[in-house]
């Protein structure tokens, strides 16, 4: 099957304009610079994330920031063991010199970098729990099976158990969620473990494609958490590595646009109360349910 009139079009402008993105909504419309396939784990990019999330939850704990002043742990579950890709000075450009003076890398580093094609842009990572614990985070792994070590095993096709409810302060998503199958399920299993109060970090692919079972647009997000009473907590942005780096661009919400080049879609929402979660119906269609033209 051929490509598209639309596709061809999109393709040439890759071509005549290599390594920047556009997109075509004038109110959104930037140009970023792209180079190799993006990682997932947690890269600098989700790290800021972490902290950003962690002053958030410590501004309404105590009413001001304290990004490590609880002396309580942050509750943290991952679907899927995030491998610490960034390096020591970019830790430390977020957290300070010295923070990585006391924590210990893997001996595998090296077979986990190649995984990820970054053994050419790190010598070594480090171990992820004893990271965040520095972090104050105290970090739970579900996955299928035993990867890195200690992993609470669950198939997210299917739902979470019901003590599981409500039992962590951030869930993080770092490209999980394309490999399950029943994604939906997935999201809702991921709401369900947040508590009330506390935020989902969202890492997947925009539009990559095989690297999984599907890509997500930001109408998805937007409409599974608003229309539930939850919120997205500032813009939804695609993400470009550039090996260790990476470029963003603010995404609409719900209006069509197009890019050029492998994106992630970063999303940050907050669960504000604990309803079963609903399935959505799409916003454009929630607008126009006659679907009339104009």
């Known amino acids: 099957m051929g490509l598209s009139t639309n596709a061809e079009t999109e393709l040439a402008t890759e071509q005549d304009n290599p390594g920047q993105v ?51 742990a942050f509750h943290v579950a991952t679907i899927g063991y995030p491998d610490c890709l960034f390096s020591r000075d970019q830790a430390e450009g977020v957290l300070g010199e010295g923070f990585c003076d006391d924590i210990p890398t893997r001996d595998d580093s090296q077979e986990i970098l190649r995984w990820h094609n970054l053994h050419n842009e790190l010598d070594e990572i480090y171990e ?25 095993i669950h198939d997210f096709n299917m ?23 029943n994604a939906p399920q997935a999201l809702q299993n991921m709401l369900l473990l947040c508590k009330v109060g506390g935020y989902i970090i969202h ?5 990559i494609f095989n690297h999984g079972f599907y890509n997500f ?15 997205i907590v500032g813009d939804m942005e695609a993400i470009k590595t550039e090996g260790l780096g990476y470029s963003s661009a603010v995404l609409p919400e719900i209006k069509r646009f197009k890019v050029n080049g492998d994106y992630w879609i970063a999303v940050l929402a907050k669960k504000n109360n604990s309803k079963k979660p609903e399935w959505p119906l799409q916003t454009k269609y929630q607008k126009n349910p006659d679907q009339k033209v104009g």
């Open 203 to 207: 890492s997947n692919p925009l539009n």
């Open 22 to 72: 556009k997109f075509t909504d004038p109110k959104h419309s930037v140009l970023c610079r792209i180079n190799s396939e993006p990682t997932v784990a947690i890269s600098i990019q989700t790290l800021r994330s972490f902290v950003k999330v962690i002053a958030l939850i410590n501004e309404s704990d105590s009413g001001k920031f304290t990004t490590f002043g609880l002396d309580d």
């Open 128 to 152: 992820t729990k004893a990271f965040l614990k520095k972090l104050k985070i105290d970090l739970t792994v579900f996955d299928l099976k035993e990867i890195r070590g200690g992993e609470v």
């Open 159 to 181: 739902p979470v158990l019901k003590r599981q409810h409500a039992t962590f302060d951030i869930v993080y998503d770092g490209g999980a969620l394309e490999h399950i199958f």
């Open 217 to 231: 647009n930001p109408t998805l997000y937007h409409d599974f958490y608003t229309q539930n009473d939850h919120e």
